[in-house]
Nanobody, 127 residues
Framework: QGRMVESGGGLVQAGGSLRLSCTAS????????MAWFRQAPGKEREFVAA????????YYSDSVKDRFAISRDNAESTVYLQMNSLKPEDTAIYSC????????????????????WGLGTQVTVSS
C-alpha cells in the first residue's frame, strides 16, 4: 500500500484561498485516479473532487464546483486542490485518496472506490 501525505491546510478568512497538496510515495503515473475527500466534525467523510490519470476527466461535488479546482502533476507525484472563495462550511479535514489498477469512474464519489488514503490536513475557514 502506498503512502500519501497532505499539506497546505491552515486557517483562512471567508472568501480567501488555500492550495492543498498531496504527494504520493510512488509515481502517480501508476495511480489511475486521485481524489480529495473531507470530513467535518460530527459528519461523515464526503467527496470533494476527483481526477483521472490523464487529467482530462475531473469531477466535483456540487458544493465546491466553480470554487475548487483539482489538478495533478505526475512528474512530481502530486495532486493539488486549489480552493477559492472559501466558506465557513468548507471547514474540515481534507484527505487525498488514490486508485490502483482500474478506476471505476462511474463510482468516482464513493469512498470504497479508492485504495490508498492520506491522514489529512486541517482547513479552517473563519467567518
Amino acid at each position: 500500500q502506498g503512502r500519501m501525505v497532505e499539506s497546505g491546510g491552515g486557517l483562512v478568512q471567508a472568501g480567501g484561498s488555500l492550495r492543498l497538496s498531496c504527494t504520493a510515495s510512488e509515481p502517480t503515473f501508476k495511480l489511475a485516479a486521485m481524489a480529495w475527500f473531507r470530513q467535518a466534525p460530527g459528519k461523515e467523510r464526503e467527496f470533494v473532487a476527483a481526477i483521472g490519470w490523464s487529467s482530462l476527466n475531473t469531477y466535483y461535488s456540487d458544493s465546491v464546483k466553480d470554487r475548487f479546482a483539482i489538478s495533478r502533476d505526475n512528474a512530481e507525484s502530486t495532486v493539488y486542490l486549489q480552493m477559492n472563495s472559501l466558506k465557513p462550511e468548507d471547514t474540515a479535514i481534507y484527505s487525498c485518496a488514490a486508485v490502483r489498477g482500474v478506476w471505476s469512474e462511474s463510482l468516482y464519489n464513493q469512498r470504497a472506490t479508492y485504495d490508498d488514503w492520506g491522514l489529512g490536513t486541517q482547513v479552517t475557514v473563519s467567518s
